[in-house]
């Protein structure tokens, strides 16, 4: 099994890479879409972020559900309510990708985890190749400030949490610029998977 990191900050275009890698039938485990199936589905994570923090707690059909944009707001707002949510949803999500490695652990396959947190949580130490998402601050912030509930604070917040870029290229990724659209993006990945392919010898299915 062969890993590949995709990483980035937020706006970056990580996401967009993960999403082309799936094109060429590479299994991906997406940390932030785990994240969220937790949150929204998860009764023990629902029973413990009622219990921190009841006012997140809304009633629909019946139901109780989180609001994501209420906790977003709490956490963003107080370092400590922030890894009190972590303490909660990490073990839960390193479990799933756990899960998810071991499935493909001795297959001749390569597989992909899209981590934003990939070099901060040392996550990096377990992958064969690291592709790293960058485009400029501008068009970070461009892309960014169009998300629903993003204010600026919020977005400085976030990348307070986060590696600098500068941090990130010194541990020599694979850098994927995703300034230029699409197309581009995915006939440089093309290139570098063609790379990884004939280097390690690995299988596509």
């Known amino acids: 099994m062969i890993i590949i990191g995709i990483t980035g900050s937020i706006g970056m275009g990580k996401s967009t890479i993960a999403s082309m890698l799936k094109f060429f039938d590479i299994p991906i485990h997406d940390s932030d879409l785990v994240v969220k199936l937790l949150i929204e589905t998860n009764s023990l994570v629902l029973k413990k972020i009622k219990k921190n923090w009841p006012e997140v707690i809304d009633i629909i059909d019946s139901n109780e559900v ?3 944009g209420k906790l977003s707001e709490i956490i963003f ?3 400590k ?3 009190k949510l972590e303490k909660i949803i990490h073990p839960l999500v390193n479990k799933k990708r756990k899960m998810f ?4 652990e001795f297959k001749n396959k390569i597989v992909g ?3 934003p947190l990939l070099y901060e949580t040392g996550l990096n130490k377990i992958c064969n190749y690291i592709f790293l998402a960058f485009t400029s601050e501008a068009n970070q912030a461009k892309r960014v400030l169009k998300r629903k509930n993003m204010t600026m604070e919020k977005f400085i917040s976030i990348k307070e949490n986060q590696w600098s870029d500068e941090l990130k290229k010194e541990q020599k990724p694979y850098i994927i ?3 230029y659209g699409k197309i581009l993006v995915f006939i440089l990945l093309t290139f570098l998977l063609s790379k990884i392919f004939f280097k390690e010898k690995v299988l596509k299915t």
């Open 113 to 115: 985890m899209d981590v």
């Open 81 to 83: 309510c922030k890894e």
């Open 77 to 79: 707002n107080d370092t």
């Open 177 to 179: 610029n995703t300034s």
């Open 66 to 68: 989180i609001n994501k």
């Open 101 to 104: 490695l071991k499935k493909y």
